[in-house]
């Protein structure tokens, strides 16, 4: 059965094509005094729908909920179910996914973040440039605040290098009090151990084949992949050293998260509010220093 709404559209249809609003109401059972209460409606939401629309286009991953919050953060307030009406109407509904399996019990134990700096979370996500040149990218999130701490940008991640990353993060943050990765090469170095070791910070390896015990950074990954290294097109690696570090910062600053009452991560990390400008400094060149060898 055809709902109200659509044979409404119909009608304004055939009306364009140049039948009457009387004939037009008569073929498709609509009352013509209709007509004019769906404009009126239709008219009060063209702002919002024209808002929403924007955030689609620029934030293509976004669901109706993660939009709403941004409509709160920006200006008056706005019925969620409202948004959630014109979002389906306007065609803006994500698609859904595939579930992925889950963590069975009895695996082994991990740590849960309790805090900021309680457990950091690392791992390589791989691209390539126009030009051929390959991108490894080196990505360090904060468990309990998702804040992305860092992305460093390199042709080739060396263990050393790793340790000149951990150890600028160290300087900014503190330390964590776990570090929790794959057992990829970089991650399971003598030097590395050594250092960690030195400086009190625990490792908290997930078990070989298991990616979802690193589920926080696994997500994250995910979403850096589609929302910058599948939207852009990079020429050159320092292109993309510069475009991927714009995309941390507005990741961190502007991205409500469910998980953290649509909070944005820099917000429940507080972290550049205390650190000072040398520290914001310092977070900086952590993504863009080293980045263009």
């Known amino acids: 059965m055809v709902s109200a709404p659509v044979r409404r559209r119909q009608v304004r249809y055939a009306m364009g094509k140049g039948v009457s609003q009387r004939r037009a109401c008569a073929l498709l059972q609509v009352a013509g005094s209709s007509l004019g209460y769906a404009s009126r409606k239709e008219a009060k939401d ?28 920006e200006g008056p307030a706005v019925n969620v179910k409202r948004v959630h009406r014109l979002w389906r109407k306007e065609g803006l509904a994500l698609s859904r996914r595939r579930p992925r399996k889950r963590l069975r019990l009895g695996q082994q134990r991990q740590p849960k973040p309790e805090g900021v700096n309680s457990v950091w979370a690392w791992d390589f996500v791989h691209d390539r440039c126009a030009n051929g040149q390959k991108l490894k990218c080196l990505t360090v999130v904060d468990e309990h605040s998702r804040e992305c701490l860092a992305i460093d940008v390199a042709g080739r991640i060396s263990a050393r290098r790793v340790i000149e990353v951990l150890s600028r993060l160290v300087a900014v943050h503190g330390p964590p009090k776990y570090l929790r990765s794959d057992n990829g090469p970089e991650f399971i170095a003598k030097a590395l151990r050594r250092w960690l070791e030195a400086n009190g910070i625990q490792t908290a390896y997930i078990a070989p084949g298991k990616p979802w015990q690193n589920g926080t950074n696994e997500s994250f990954n995910g979403r850096f992949r589609d929302e910058c290294l599948s939207a852009e097109w990079f020429s050159t690696r320092r292109e993309a050293v510069v475009l991927i570090e714009a995309w941390r910062r507005d990741y961190n600053e502007k991205r409500p998260h469910s998980s953290l009452g649509y909070k944005t991560p820099a917000e ?10 040398v520290a914001s400094s310092l977070e900086h060149g952590i993504s863009s220093a080293a980045g263009l060898s």
Request: charged fraction near 30%; avoid cysteine.
């Open 46 to 73: 063209a702002a919002l729908v024209a808002q929403l629309r924007d955030i689609a286009r620029a934030r293509p991953r976004f669901g109706y909920r993660r939009a709403w919050a941004l409509l709160r953060r």
């Open 268 to 277: 429940v990390g507080a972290r550049r509010a205390h650190a000072g400008p």
